[in-house]
């Protein structure tokens, strides 16, 4: 089939928050130009969102957001204090620090306030000319066979009707997609606790920036403060939760109460000097734990809160939704671009649905602990971290080298153990010191991109590589790209495919490949392996679940 020549966007994405924005980029990257409006007329000031796991760092790595990784930092500990009183009773890391190794180059959680995370990927969907169209609302829409019409509110009281070929819903909990396509919202919302969130800016020598600081619980009156750096100057930003029965939360969330009553709370949890500044943001939070059944029909997706809703217990929310984007898009593209049948795009929804479920009863489990007050509630499992979160159920992979995989290692959010042998849906892991004939070097990272198909053809010479080669060539080289990886010590091929001498054996050990023995990864745009086969003919059955 021809490429696909696009005159207009075909994908309208509605709501500009993680969920949006990393859909447009993804898009964008893979040269489908994108419509992103937004309702609100401003960009929300909050850092709501801002624990960033090791996976999604990754993921930013490929999709070439890597000023965004390295503006992330520390966590620091958690500091917990009895109300009123400046004794700290605990003080721990919320995670155990681990090193990076060269198949993981991103161990630790990190933080960057959500308004700070979308900022740096704003600035890269600048560079395609693509901003968040402010003040438009999408209403309604209807689908059929060839399109999607969205009927669009601006916030200047103008309509519009837009034709377009896929519509993304990225617009959060309350958004119009998943309502207007009638999906089920299962899970509960239990009436026992509200909190208060939002943003200040205030300073108090008492108080280490570094550190997360927690006067009392949720048994009987709670103020936290968390220092997030993107939503003060010079050090004056932090987030703020206020909650417990014995706050009168009502009288704090009035919108027409002043920041006084809030100020007054803080201080009262905090005995010393506060010089309060601003009120950012404030908003209520209420336990809301529900998911669809599907995450689209027909033409019609939803991604991020807009078809998950969870306790921000464990720092999955905005980690979820970049996830979700990401899944949903490279596919999309693929479909745009006429190299894949639209059937791709059922595996959105059955890779993501097993994921999403294990998480929200992860962060369940640990709502329950907080609003309990139990003692290991801020505690964080290193599954958290997202780095085994895996597709090995899904149904476009295909794994012919390990047999036998039991059930418990097909939980969609496995713990991820460095040294295991990663099979199809897990993971890739990076590997660094590959070096070309040129001597040049490169990390798998730096050549994983959500643009196209890595093939890692582990074999002993480029010549035995050739079938696969030979095999790949009818592909389009934007979407498929062979890269010969050759065992250490090997002399380095030249011209053609692109062949690397694993120079400190990190790519074999990472991906447990035999020297002597060939055998090919597929990775997936979004760094997950897609397969991992034998010969030219499974590279053929793989290929052949993804691509026309
Ligand atoms: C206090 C707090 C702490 C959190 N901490 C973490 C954390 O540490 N780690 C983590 O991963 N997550 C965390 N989260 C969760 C995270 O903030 C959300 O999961 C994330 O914002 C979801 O992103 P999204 O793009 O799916 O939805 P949203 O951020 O809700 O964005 C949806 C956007 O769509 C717009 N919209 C709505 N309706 C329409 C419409 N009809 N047309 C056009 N636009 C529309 C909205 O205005 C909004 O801008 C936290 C949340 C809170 C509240």
């Known amino acids: 089939m021809p490429a696909q020549q696009f005159d207009t966007p075909p994908v309208l994405i509605a709501g500009a928050g993680p969920a949006g924005l990393i859909a447009a980029l993804v898009l964008l990257r893979n040269g489908v130009p994108v419509r992103l409006i937004e309702k609100n007329d401003f960009l929300h000031p909050g850092s709501r969102g801002c624990g960033i796991q090791p996976r999604t760092m990754e993921l930013l790595h490929q999709l070439g957001a890597t000023d965004l990784v390295r503006a992330l930092y520390p966590l620091g500990s958690n500091r917990s204090y009895r109300f009123g009183t400046l004794d700290i009773v605990r003080d721990e890391p919320f995670v155990e620090l681990k090193t990076s190794t060269v198949h993981l180059p991103y161990p630790n959680p990190l933080m960057i306030g959500q308004c700070g995370f979308e900022g740096y990927i704003r600035s890269h969907l600048a560079k395609y000319g693509c901003e968040p169209e402010l003040g438009t609302e999408l209403t309604t829409f209807e689908q059929d066979e060839n399109g999607v019409t969205a009927h669009l509110s601006k916030n200047d009281g103008n309509k519009e009707t837009v034709h377009v070929q896929y519509l993304i819903g990225t617009d959060g909990a309350r958004g119009a997609t998943r309502k207007g396509l009638g999906l089920s919202f299962t899970g509960n919302t239990p009436d026992t606790f509200r909190m208060l969130v939002g943003d200040v800016r205030m300073t108090c020598d008492k108080l280490d920036y570094n550190h997360w600081h927690r006067f009392g619980d949720f048994k009987s009156k709670t103020v936290m403060l968390r220092p997030m750096r993107e939503v003060g100057v010079d050090n004056d930003g932090w987030a703020l939760m206020i909650g417990g029965p014995e706050i009168d939360i009502d009288k704090l969330l009035d919108p027409e109460g002043s920041k006084e009553v809030i100020f007054a709370v803080i201080q009262e949890a905090v005995p010393a000097e506060i010089q309060f500044k601003e009120l950012v943001w404030k908003g209520q939070w209420k336990p809301n734990m529900r998911m669809v059944d599907k995450f689209g029909v027909g033409r019609v997706f939803v991604a991020g809160d807009a078809a998950h809703v969870h306790s921000p217990t464990g720092g999955q929310g905005l980690n979820s939704s970049v996830q979700d984007a990401i899944n949903l898009s490279w596919k999309l593209a693929l479909v745009l671009k006429n190299l894949s049948p639209p059937s791709l795009l059922d595996s959105y929804s059955a890779e993501r649905l097993p994921v999403i479920a294990e998480m929200l009863n992860i962060t369940t489990e640990l709502f329950k602990k907080t609003a309990s007050g139990a003692d290991d509630a801020w505690k964080r499992e290193d599954r958290l971290r997202m780095l085994g979160v895996n597709y090995r159920r899904s149904p476009i992979v295909l794994e012919e080298r390990s047999t036998g995989l039991d059930s418990e290692s097909m939980a969609a959010y496995g713990d991820a153990v460095e040294g295991t042998t990663p099979v ?48 790949l060539q009818k592909h389009s080289e934007d979407a498929i790209r062979p890269i010969v990886v050759l065992p250490q010590g090997a002399s380095g091929g030249s011209g053609g495919a692109l062949a690397l001498v694993d120079r400190d054996g990190h790519a074999y050990s990472g991906y447990k490949a035999t020297e002597g023995e060939t055998v090919v990864v597929i990775l997936r745009p979004d760094g997950f392996v897609g397969a991992v086969v034998n010969d030219v003919e499974g590279v053929g059955r793989y290929l052949q679940k993804v691509f026309f």
């Open 424 to 471: 199809a849906g897990d993971r890739a892991p990076d590997a660094a010191r590959l070096v070309d004939a040129e001597g040049k070097e490169y990390t798998f990272f730096d050549l994983f991109r959500v643009t196209h198909h890595s093939v890692l053809i582990f074999a002993s010479d480029v010549n035995s590589a050739k079938s696969i080669l030979d095999s």
